[in-house]
């Protein structure tokens, strides 16, 4: 069975591009949820998703961080006018529902120059 | 708000017992988590504690007291694989569910 995958990997945006970031969850996972870490930092909880609808979008950082997940699967990540501080690496989990372990994909690692 | 610390690195020697120690400060706790990432890699899932006491996994284990909001990893027979970054997670109870708030990691280096 496949974990949970991310696209793409490597992404380099010139300031001010706006960028999307794509999560594939473990089919059947209920639970998806996106982090944002910074070098040498943990995870920073951005926003989750169960099914179709954000429950909790309140780690996003600005209103030019915009995630959604139309039909309760894949779920997209979109950063408008990136920044250079948006300069991480964004992570994708999935979980059976909230109240399991988490799955992590193996991140998007942008970087704005 | 919440705070989590645990220590910046360690370096153990390969063979030996490792003690990780997370403390927390935190509302609504609902379960504490400890995942480890290597360089460059996804965080894979090690253990899960809710209730107090130790929970035991092969050569990991991990411990969890509520009412000091104290946690520790406990890793034995040390490998170089080992060798990466342990992030403790606490889990709350929110309005819109569960969600993760990391510590920043420990990074451990098993040495010959």
């Known amino acids: 069975g496949a974990g949970v995958s991310q696209s793409p990997r490597y992404k380099v945006a010139k300031r001010g591009q706006d960028v999307a970031l794509r999560c594939d969850p473990i089919?059947?996972?209920?639970?998806l949820f996106w982090y944002q870490q910074a070098l040498g930092q943990g995870p920073e909880f951005l926003t989750y998703?169960?099914?179709?609808?954000?429950?909790?979008k309140s780690g996003l950082p600005s209103d030019r961080f915009f995630a959604e997940r139309p039909e309760g699967s894949v779920s997209t990540l979109k950063i408008q006018r990136t920044q250079q501080e948006d300069s991480a690496v964004y992570l994708c989990?999935?979980?059976?529902?909230?109240?399991?372990?988490?799955?992590f994909g193996p991140g998007t690692r942008l970087t704005v120059t | 708000g919440q705070n989590i610390d645990q220590p910046t690195e360690m370096t153990a020697t390969e063979g030996a017992i490792v003690q990780i120690n997370c403390t927390y400060q935190?509302?609504?706790?609902?379960?504490l988590f400890w995942y480890q990432q290597h360089a460059g890699e996804a965080p894979t899932f090690l253990s899960y504690?809710?209730?107090?006491g130790l929970e035991e996994k092969g050569r990991f284990s991990s411990f969890l007291s509520r009412s000091k909001g104290y946690s520790y990893l406990l890793l034995k027979e040390l490998q170089m694989k080992d060798s990466a970054s342990y992030l403790c997670?606490?889990?709350?109870?929110?309005?819109?569910?569960?969600?993760?708030?990391f510590g920043t990691g420990t990074q451990l280096k098993v040495e010959l």
């Open positions: 989990a999935s979980s059976l529902d909230g109240s399991y372990e988490q799955y």
């Open positions: 998703f169960q099914n179709e609808a954000q429950l909790d």
């Open positions: 997670a606490v889990r709350r109870v929110t309005g819109g569910g569960n969600k993760l708030t």
């Open positions: 504690n809710v209730l107090d």
């Open positions: 089919s059947g996972h209920v639970s």
């Open positions: 935190t509302s609504g706790f609902n379960g």
